[in-house]
């Protein structure tokens, strides 16, 4: 699946691929198309490649030599587009989501009009008031609805409705050097997990996982 700073991963059963983000500050958003759907031990991986704006169209192209060596698979494309920090990754409906740590951004790619643009940023938001902040992983519900998690900030997971309405779901208190990680709805959609990955204690071992039960929308 190609050899680079791998952070998340999503599978998309319709295009029978896994998209995948890339934890560099010039990191790239690729997708896997395996040889056969279920087994990736082969298959070709491909660059999402944009302009330097914010939303647009795209396309994709095979990354010559996913093994990067000697160069690094992020450089071997023209045209590929950087993003800073690529962390969760979510598909639902002919769209996926995806997070970058350097800039508190979450990204929307429509892949039936091969469209992307922004979904959330915290510089769009009046200064001092972003509900998000520190923005890592990402899950959703059947009715569109994004929990996206946070890696420091206030220790939150907000909501994004479909609407672009943005809220605190849930905090998570007295673990300021821990972080939320990841969010996950079981297959019916009744129960989410997460995982403050370092607890009360900031040890690695204090790690501790949640169970917040729905209904969900």
């Not at 983000?21 to 040889?35: S, V």
């Not at 673990?175 to 403050?196: C, D, H, K």
Request: net charge negative.
């Amino acid at each position: 699946m190609g050899r680079f700073k791998h952070e998340a991963a999503a599978a998309d059963p319709v295009r029978q691929v896994v998209y995948l983000t890339e934890d560099e500050t010039d990191g790239k958003f690729y997708r896997y198309i395996p040889a056969g759907w279920g087994n990736l031990s082969t298959g070709t991986l491909q660059v999402f490649r944009a302009g330097s704006a914010t939303s647009g169209s795209f396309t994709w192209a095979d990354v010559p030599d996913p093994d990067g060596s000697p160069t690094q698979t992020r450089y071997q494309v023209s045209g590929a587009k950087s993003f800073n920090g690529g962390e969760g990754c979510h598909y639902a409906e002919n769209t996926v989501w995806f997070t970058t740590k350097g800039d508190n951004r979450v990204w929307q790619v429509n892949l039936t009009s091969n469209t992307y643009e922004l979904a959330y940023d915290d510089n769009l938001v009046s200064p001092g008031s972003a509900p998000l902040t520190g923005v890592d992983n990402v899950t959703g519900t059947a009715s569109g609805d994004l929990y996206v998690a946070e890696d420091g900030g206030s220790m939150d997971i907000c909501l994004i409705t479909p609407d672009d309405k943005i809220s605190v779901f849930l905090r998570v208190t007295g673990q300021g050097s821990s972080e939320i990680t990841g969010p996950a709805f079981t297959p019916a959609g009744n129960r989410l997990y997460f995982s403050s990955q370092r607890g009360t204690s900031g040890a690695s071992s204090g790690g501790i996982t949640y169970c917040v039960t729905g209904p969900f929308r």
